[in-house]
């Protein structure tokens, strides 16, 4: 059974970078999606972007100038950063994997993990 | 960017009661790939329906989707006490891949 869980800190201050790094276990990262989704405190859902095992990714237009997203496959983990952060980046941040074969969708994903914005 | 819209925002129901959520979209959905994920305080969505109607492993049999093109719904049958949780529909597209509607809260009456 594949379980996935977010690690990173649960602090970044205004303007800095926020990094975030999911740890795939269960199975191995080959061959699947991996996405990033945040949600603000009483909010709804927000993709930010994907990586596949083999490095091509993609995200949100919202977000693009900002976000990286890059995988290490000998660990089993794909990590986030979020360039020049602001108040309205105050989320909880989760990782999924993303299915493709018979539609598209999120599963599993992990725990999620708060970060809050703040000086 | 297509703009999911669910209804109503709230829904106040009983246990045993039958549950229709909705689900519209701004542009037909490619492929009818629209999921349903159930979301309960301080917990993950967990995945419920995916390509419109197909139910992810280990949901019961009381959800239900359906729909095509823009419109969508999600049918609880018989509401379960378990079953009091925001939902919330998803569409793959382009630009950006994938968006979220803004949730169905399912409260107790």
């Known amino acids: 059974q594949v379980q996935l869980q977010e690690s990173g800190p649960g602090l970044v201050k205004p303007s800095d970078t926020l990094s975030l790094t999911c740890t795939v276990f269960?199975?191995?990262?080959?061959?699947?999606?991996w996405t990033w989704i945040r949600q603000p405190p009483g909010k709804g859902l927000e993709w930010i972007g994907y990586?596949?095992?083999?490095?091509?990714?993609d995200s949100n237009p919202s977000l693009k100038s900002r976000v990286i997203i890059s995988v290490d496959t000998s660990k089993n983990q794909f990590s986030l950063r979020l360039n020049s952060v602001t108040a309205a980046d105050t989320a909880v941040y989760y990782c999924a994997r993303e299915l493709a074969i018979g539609g598209y969708r999120f599963d599993p994903w992990g725990q999620g993990t708060l970060v809050t914005v703040s000086s | 960017e297509i703009v999911l819209t669910q209804s109503p925002g709230t829904l106040s129901l009983s246990p045993g009661e039958r549950a229709t959520l909705s689900c519209r979209a701004s542009?037909?959905?490619?492929?009818?790939?629209l999921a349903w994920y159930q979301q309960k305080p301080g917990q993950a969505p967990r995945l419920l329906i995916y390509?419109?109607?197909n139910r992810a492993a280990g949901i019961p049999g009381r959800f239900s989707g359906s729909g095509s093109g823009t419109d969508f719904t999600l049918t609880i049958s018989g509401l379960e006490p378990e079953d009091f949780a925001v939902y919330y529909c998803?569409?793959?597209?382009?630009?950006?891949?994938?968006?979220f509607g803004g949730g169905t809260k399912v409260e107790i009456k």
């Open positions: 998803q569409q793959y597209g382009h630009s950006p891949r994938f968006t």
């Open positions: 390509a419109t109607s």
């Open positions: 542009q037909y959905v490619s492929g009818n790939y």
């Open positions: 990586i596949h095992s083999g490095g091509s990714t």
């Open positions: 269960g199975d191995s990262i080959g061959s699947f999606f």
